[in-house]
């Protein structure tokens, strides 16, 4: 059975927020060391301790927002440990990520000159588990005054004299969990006593965040929307991808076939989680004016053999690529409630899109994704209906394709294409509609591997990267295309 | 979360002690096949040099872990093809010229 698309490019279902496509940070493993910082006096070529070669890599994927210091490690951050003269910062033993030493070089100015260098908004999650309220309120105020008071001149001294513009601001992290142990009424009544003291500034204006449910704590949801909708413009929601269980997740490579399906079926499952939360939402927010923020999704694997299993480190294969376009398409979908996302974590941790030793770097499988998919950042999304063949693979039984369309500004039309199936060519038809003008030209581009867990090494960096694609015909509004096994493409149209 | 709770149901990532590697582990990694291996190891000499070097660097965790590249240094110093991964101090490389 083939499989039979219609795009209705004259009937746009809302606009895919750029945030969609936003990356987590955390003082975990070598995502921050290592990852970001090198320090000024590193060989690695840098700027101001940041190293070069890594964020020229992140620009070209017009990175949008990046979420930090945490997760677990928002809550136990004392934000006032990270400024001032680096030799003067208090060290610490990090205890939720390996117990590694912090000695606190990458703080508060350090992540604003990274966005700037980046050129995507910060999003900084603030401390609601063993901070205070004062702590939290003079963070923000340290952040964005713009005048005379005591947290800005403060600032003045560390060598910043202009505020930072600051939008994103998550008033905790896991709060349910390592953020604290709280039951959700607890939490609803922090939150909506730390959120008053995190104050717009001048023209400066902060979207609050609440944290979210853990994976489908649908409870947790209730509550916090109940008690506190009126007083956040997002609320979290974290899911990663676990082949089995916890105890043992599945190897990042060299896993059985089964595991490939296994591992697609619950990336899937996000699309039942935003739809049971959304629903919860529309109880409480009809107008959609709250935003479902995912920031924390990705795969998670054991990590790699002979690692510290406290640093996260996992290798990143044409599965993980599948798994990041299914999810970008599940978000497109919601994007009438998913504003933003943040996919765990940039650099060396979980399902990274750039992968480091030393002054060595790759491009992950996922890192190719963004990039092919960044063409959705802030397109409208076009109506979409899809007939899929059946992906049947021992117990699992998934569609063989997912697809997702958005015409940019520009009017480009964008459908990106992901073939579950691991060892079968997808065959597919696509009937273009309302469109203004007849096609001009198809361009495409590819991603596949040769082996289910093709990816990327110190040896050999382009194992996995993206080529030409052109298995396709097409003829006035009818295009036809040939989809390898496991694969994601992007077809670029334009009209006459 | 306590021991032997349902791992589905734990309140978060981060709360076990998954990090501490320990002596047992690191042994029972070590006396899989390919480390008995000379084409992939290097001989006992230069894998006691090497450990002595990170033993006095400053990168060396806990006595196990390398914070540049996350490795047990136990374990990553057998394989013949790995290096020291610091580039602003490669320990290994005056080790290998000997
Ligand atoms: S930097 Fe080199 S010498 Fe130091 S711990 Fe790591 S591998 Fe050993």
Redesign the pocket.
């Known amino acids: 059975m083939s499989n039979q698309i219609t795009i209705n490019a004259d009937i746009a279902k809302g606009t895919i927020n750029r945030n969609i496509y936003g990356h987590f940070s955390e003082h975990l493993g070598r995502c921050i060391y290592e990852g970001f910082w090198v320090g000024e006096d590193s060989v690695i070529p840098n700027t101001k301790g940041i190293r070069n070669d890594v964020v020229e890599a992140l620009k070209k994927l017009n990175i949008p927002v990046l979420r930090w210091p945490g997760g677990c490690f928002a809550d136990e951050y004392h934000w006032k440990d990270g400024i001032g003269p680096s030799e003067e910062r208090k060290r610490m033993i990090n205890t939720h990520w390996g117990g590694v030493v912090e000695n606190n070089h990458f703080g508060t100015h350090e992540f604003l000159l990274l966005c700037e260098q980046l050129g995507c908004e910060p999003y900084i999650s603030g401390n609601v588990g063993s901070g205070t309220v004062q702590e939290m309120s003079e963070w923000v105020e340290y952040m964005t005054f713009d005048g005379v008071s005591p947290m800005a001149e403060l600032r003045e001294k560390n060598g910043r004299e202009k505020p930072w513009k600051l939008k994103y601001f998550g008033v905790g992290n896991e709060n349910w969990g390592c953020g604290g142990n709280m039951r959700p009424e607890y939490y609803a009544d922090l939150y909506r006593r730390y959120q008053t003291y995190v104050r717009n500034y001048g023209d400066n204006e902060i979207y609050r965040i609440a944290c979210g449910p853990n994976v489908d704590d649908y409870k947790w949801m209730e509550v916090l929307m109940r008690e506190a909708a009126g007083k956040m413009d997002g609320i979290s929601l974290h899911y990663y991808t676990v082949p089995k269980d916890w105890q043992d997740k599945g190897a990042a490579t060299g896993f059985p076939e089964d595991e490939w399906a296994l591992t697609l079926r619950k990336a899937l499952w996000m699309e039942e989680l935003i739809t049971k939360h959304s629903a919860i939402m529309d109880q409480y927010d009809p107008e959609k004016r709250v935003g479902l923020i995912v920031d924390e999704w990705g795969t998670w694997f054991n990590t790699e053999p002979g690692t510290n299993p406290g640093f996260l480190y996992q290798q990143n294969s044409i599965r993980d690529a599948l798994v990041a376009g299914l999810t970008l398409h599940i978000f497109h979908d919601h994007c009438d409630r998913v504003q933003m996302a943040n996919i765990a974590q940039i650099v060396n941790v979980l399902q990274s899109v750039i992968l480091t030793e030393g002054e060595k770097m790759l491009l992950t499988p996922t890192y190719h994704i963004f990039d092919m998919f960044k063409v959705h950042q802030d397109a409208e999304l076009l109506d979409t209906h899809t007939t899929s063949a059946r992906y049947e693979h021992g117990d699992e039984l998934l569609p063989q394709i997912s697809v997702s369309a958005s015409k940019a500004a520009d009017g480009k039309i964008h459908i990106s294409l992901c073939n579950l199936d691991h060892s079968a060519e997808a065959d597919v038809s696509i009937a273009l509609r309302g469109l203004t003008q007849g096609l001009k030209t198809i361009k495409g581009t590819v991603l596949s591997g040769a082996a289910i867990d093709s990816h990327n090494t110190f040896e050999q960096p382009n194992a996995v990267e993206p080529a030409a694609f052109t298995s396709f015909t097409w003829d006035g509004a009818q295009v036809s295309a040939k989809l390898p096994a496991m694969s994601v493409t992007v077809l670029e149209l334009i009209e006459q | 979360m306590k021991p032997g709770m349902d791992r589905s149901a734990r309140n978060c990532k981060g709360c076990d002690d998954s990090y501490t590697v320990t002596e047992a582990q690191i042994q029972r990694i070590l006396a899989a096949p390919m480390f008995q291996s000379s084409e992939r190891c290097v001989d006992d000499e230069v894998y006691a040099a090497r450990l002595r070097?990170?033993g006095s660097?400053p990168?060396?965790m806990s006595g196990t872990t390398?914070i540049?590249?996350g490795c047990i240094?136990q374990i990553?110093a057998k394989y013949k093809e790995k290096s020291?991964?610091?580039p602003n101090?490669v320990?290994?490389r005056s080790v290998a010229s000997h």
């Open positions: 070097e990170c660097c990168k060396l390398c540049v590249c240094v990553s020291c991964p610091n101090d320990r290994w």
